[in-house]
């Protein structure tokens, strides 16, 4: 089975419709509030998302594993800049100026992806930073924050039934002065 474009096409685009939120006030100092900035050259980062997607390219059968490896490359949509907003009851998250993603820190949010497709998200607000899954009609996308002082890693995970390991990469980011 095809790795589904919808659940792999939201790591660029995220939700394309996601609901405003009314204003509410910041919560007291999460660590994720504010702006990070990928670190590392751009050679080096496309290098280790490369990797990532021929990896999970040579589990797929020969007949469709260009298709696939083209699906895999939209799933490492990279971010250069996020931009996140916790507050008290809700949380956001901005890719590159884009229009944010907001939703409660709990429960399941039911939105679309990009082409209009059903997706999921499911939050885990922790106090160093949060697990946000998307889930999509074949498969999810895990991206685990995580804050240590001034820096931010970011754990990617794809799954899919076509895929029996599942595609990882980990990204690095470093606070922005507001």
């Given at each position: 089975?095809?790795?589904?474009?919808?659940?792999?096409?939201?790591?660029?685009?995220?939700?394309?419709?996601?609901?405003?939120?009314?204003?509410a006030?910041?919560?007291?100092?999460?660590?994720?509030?504010?702006?990070w900035?990928?670190?590392?050259?751009?050679?080096?980062?496309?290098a280790?998302?490369?990797?990532?997607?021929?990896d999970?390219?040579?589990?797929?059968?020969?007949?469709?594993?260009?298709?696939?490896?083209?699906?895999?490359?939209?799933?490492?949509?990279?971010?250069?800049?996020?931009?996140?907003?916790?507050?008290?009851?809700?949380?956001?998250?901005?890719?590159?100026?884009?229009?944010?993603?907001?939703?409660?820190?709990?429960?399941?949010?039911?939105?679309?992806?990009?082409?209009?497709?059903?997706?999921?998200?499911?939050?885990?607000?922790s106090?160093?930073?949060?697990?946000?899954?998307?889930?999509?009609?074949?498969?999810?996308?895990?991206?685990v924050?995580?804050?240590?002082?001034d820096?931010?890693?970011?754990?990617?995970?794809?799954?899919?039934?076509?895929?029996?390991r599942?595609?990882?990469?980990?990204?690095?980011?470093r606070?922005?002065?507001?």
């Amino acid at each position: 089975m095809p790795v589904s474009a919808a659940v792999l096409a939201l790591a660029l685009a995220g939700p394309a419709a996601a609901e405003p939120t009314q204003a509410a006030a910041p919560a007291a100092a999460h660590p994720m509030h504010g702006r990070w900035e990928l670190v590392g050259s751009q050679a080096a980062v496309q290098a280790k998302l490369d990797r990532a997607v021929e990896d999970a390219a040579s589990q797929l059968n020969i007949l469709i594993r260009e298709f696939g490896r083209m699906k895999l490359r939209t799933a490492t949509g990279l971010c250069r800049v996020y931009a996140f907003a916790v507050t008290d009851t809700s949380w956001s998250i901005q890719c590159d100026g884009k229009k944010p993603y907001a939703r409660p820190h709990t429960g399941i949010h039911n939105t679309t992806d990009a082409d209009g497709d059903p997706l999921r998200s499911q939050l885990a607000l922790s106090a160093g930073g949060a697990h946000l899954t998307w889930l999509g009609e074949s498969g999810a996308r895990h991206n685990v924050f995580s804050v240590d002082g001034d820096r931010l890693a970011l754990q990617a995970r794809v799954e899919s039934e076509s895929l029996e390991r599942p595609m990882k990469w980990q990204l690095e980011y470093r606070r922005l002065a507001e």
